[in-house]
């Protein structure tokens, strides 16, 4: 059993930034690869990013490549999103996951934990 906790959401303005946590407990590993989604009122659960157990290979979604950052900390076992340039069209519902494979994946049923979620908004 795995545990996921995010944190960092809140209200930013467009233009700004803002970084989520996801710490992991329970019987975590490493190995398994890590993903962020997100889910706005009305929409289907939304591909953000994804890494796997190197931190070097990730994957982002077309819509916040090059605005958003994946990245790990192993030893504090902690998921991170750094979030750039935010405008309205990034207000949803985040949320972590994990999944018992070391490649990443863009589906949501291919991950077996997830975090409850935490709220960012972005006003114009």
């Known amino acids: 059993q795995v545990q996921l906790v995010e944190s960092g959401g809140g209200l930013v303005q467009a233009g700004g930034s803002l970084r989520l946590s996801c710490a992991a407990s329970?019987?975590?590993?490493?190995?398994?690869?890590m993903a962020w989604f997100r889910q706005a009122p009305g929409k289907e659960r939304e591909f953000v990013a994804s890494i796997s157990w190197n931190p070097n290979y990730t994957n982002y979604g077309a819509s916040v490549k090059g605005r958003f950052t994946i990245s790990k900390d192993n030893a504090r076992n902690t998921l991170y999103l750094e979030m750039n340039r935010l405008t309205p069209e990034d207000t949803a519902v985040y949320y972590c996951?994990?999944?018992?494979?070391?490649?990443?994946?863009?589906?949501?049923?291919?991950?077996?934990?997830w975090g409850q979620g935490t709220q960012v908004t972005v006003s114009s």
């Open positions: 996951a994990t999944r018992r494979y070391t490649r990443g994946s863009v589906s949501p049923p291919d991950y077996d934990y």
């Open positions: 329970g019987r975590t590993a490493s190995s398994y690869a």
